[in-house]
């Protein structure tokens, strides 16, 4: 059973960076597509970046382009996004998330949900 662990959330303040974790055990990334959402107060959830199986990023949102990087390691199984030029609106709850092969704009289209991890931007 595919499980995903997110980590690397916290505190930092306006223009700082963060770098997160999205562990997967249970299935190769070979076969996966996963996908960053973020749940901001108040907000839907968004998608923020998609990395299908083939390791072809898609989905980026206009907001985080040139700021945000998604990227994966094979030989672990864990997918990163680095987070930079960080700002006020970029304060949510992170997720990652997986479906077979292939990014989707539609988050209820992915099957494994992580847990979350908190990015707070204070000054």
């Known amino acids: 059973q595919l499980q995903l662990v997110e980590s690397g959330g916290g505190l930092v303040q306006p223009g700082g960076s963060l770098r997160l974790s999205c562990a997967a055990s249970g299935s190769s990334l070979d076969y996966l597509a996963i996908g960053w959402f973020r749940k901001a107060p108040g907000k839907d959830r968004e998608g923020v970046s998609c990395m299908n199986y083939r390791g072809l990023v898609t989905n980026n949102a206009d907001s985080v382009k040139g700021r945000f990087t998604i990227s994966r390691d094979s030989a672990t199984n864990t997918v990163y996004l680095e987070m930079n030029s960080l700002k006020f609106e970029d304060i949510g709850i992170y997720y990652c998330?997986?479906?077979?092969?292939?990014?989707?704009?539609?988050?209820?289209?992915?099957?494994?949900w992580g847990q979350g991890t908190q990015v707070t931007v204070s000054s």
């Open positions: 998330a997986a479906r077979w092969h292939y990014c989707s704009g539609d988050s209820s289209l992915f099957n494994s």
